[in-house]
């Protein structure tokens, strides 16, 4: 069964303390992996997309990884504005987009 | 480049009516996608839309129904309201299954309260 997990499902860390989010897949045929980023009482913002392991994005504090079973997240130094919920998406074979529940990010200053 | 616009923002509602949302995609996108998101449920894919033909349904009951029109605007429809059925309903665009990147690009959601 198509499958996405992301943890951990609540991060709390201090203006500054760089981290990292993760999201396991287990899908048939691999398309491609999202992340958006969501604020709440607003829609998803489109962030990355990465189609092959080894692959890797960024921008400005964030830097996305993949390998043949899990993306990486990595948020550097991160700022209170960055405080949100990271969703993971993966597209299956079939096109379909398998949805992971999120890793809620709060940053304190 | 206009993004993805919903209508209404927000909705109240009395259980046992139905409503009617809509979606207007990024302009050269042909992909409708609609998605219910709870704070206990997460997201939640209720079906997608290309060429005014649905291709994938989610889990959803048949009171939630969607078109597409041949602009590549998008309706949602639930009747028979719920109370369960209070939440954050997203749609997104995209280009097109299968072409190129699929990346969804998500409007701000219609926020429905159902009393």
């Known amino acids: 069964e198509d499958q996405v997990t992301q943890s951990p499902e609540a991060l709390r860390l201090q203006e500054g303390e760089s981290s990292s989010l993760n999201c396991s897949y287990t899908?048939?045929?691999?398309?491609?992996l999202f992340w958006y980023r969501q604020d709440p009482g607003k829609g998803p913002e489109f962030l990355f997309t990465l189609y092959s392991a080894g692959e890797e994005k960024e921008k400005e504090r964030l830097k996305a990884t993949l390998t043949k079973k899990e993306s990486f997240l990595h948020i550097t130094a991160p700022k209170p504005e960055d405080s949100a919920t990271y969703l993971c998406?993966?597209?299956?074979?079939?096109?379909?987009?398998?949805w992971g529940a999120g890793t809620k990010l709060i940053i304190k200053p | 480049k206009a993004g993805v616009t919903q209508t209404p923002r927000y909705l109240i509602k009395t259980r046992g009516q139905q409503v009617t949302l809509s979606c207007s995609p990024i302009s050269g996108h042909r992909s409708v996608s609609w998605y219910q998101q709870t704070p206990g449920q997460g997201l939640q894919f209720l079906f997608e839309y290309f060429s005014e033909t649905q291709r994938n349904k989610g889990n959803f009951p048949g009171r939630f129904s969607g078109r597409q029109f041949s602009n590549s605007r998008s309706e949602m429809n639930v009747s028979t309201l719920e109370l369960g059925d209070s939440a954050l309903y997203l749609c997104a665009s995209s280009l097109a299954p299968g072409v190129g990147s699929y990346e969804q690009y998500f409007g701000p959601g219609t926020r429905l309260t159902v009393t």
């Open positions: 899908v048939s045929g691999l398309r491609g």
């Open positions: 998406a993966v597209q299956a074979g079939n096109y379909q987009l398998i």
